[in-house]
């Protein structure tokens, strides 16, 4: 971990002296963008999953709408970054998406239509920030809360989820769509 950190500090000083990002710094943030997602997703993943476990839906939707952010609030701090899961198809509208971030969700919908690998992006933002983009494909074990309504997603869950989130659209996918993308900022 010390011999990463060392690697990421001297990229990072490497960046503040140039404002093009070389193909080395590329691989290395997406490297860092990957671990950081997966640790993320994992952290999201194993609360939400235990959550079901102990009641299902309706005992893993209040918590979801209550500890989601501060869970990725956590990671953020354990890692020094930014963590976004932005969406075109909002539950919660602490993730709406950037116009940047909305341009790549339809690249890599384009992508999916098209049967071409989804891969990470790495670029300099509007902020002159490194930023990380990587897509979020719906498992089928997301069907319970964001499938199809009287499909996958019951009218019990659907009530309950409309409730916490008045707004939400983020139902109706099937396995393997798009979700929404992770945008991690360094």
Not at 28 to 40: D, F, L, V
Not at 66 to 94: Q, W
Not at 169 to 175: E, I
Request: net charge positive; aromatic share 8%.
């Amino acid at each position: 971990m010390l011999k990463r950190t060392l690697i990421f500090v001297s990229l990072l000083s490497l960046f503040s002296c140039n404002k093009k990002l070389s193909e080395k710094e590329k691989v290395a943030y997406i490297s860092t963008g990957k671990e950081i997602t997966q640790a993320t997703f994992n952290e999201l993943s194993t609360n939400l999953m235990a959550q079901m476990k102990l009641g299902g839906p309706m005992q893993a939707i209040p918590f979801c709408n209550s500890e989601a952010m501060p869970i990725t609030k956590k990671m953020e701090e354990k890692f020094n970054v930014s963590i976004k899961r932005a969406s075109d198809k909002l539950r919660n509208s602490e993730n709406k998406a950037t116009e940047r971030e909305l341009q790549i969700i339809s690249d890599y919908k384009s992508a999916l239509k098209n049967n071409t690998e989804l891969i990470p992006i790495v670029e300099i933002n509007k902020y002159k920030n490194i930023q990380f983009y990587a897509p979020i494909i719906i498992d089928s074990k997301c069907l319970a809360c964001h499938g199809k309504l009287g499909e996958e997603l019951n009218v019990k869950t659907d009530s309950l989820i409309k409730t916490l989130y008045p707004e939400d659209v983020a139902v109706g996918y099937k396995v393997g769509e798009l979700r929404g993308i992770w945008s991690i900022e360094f």
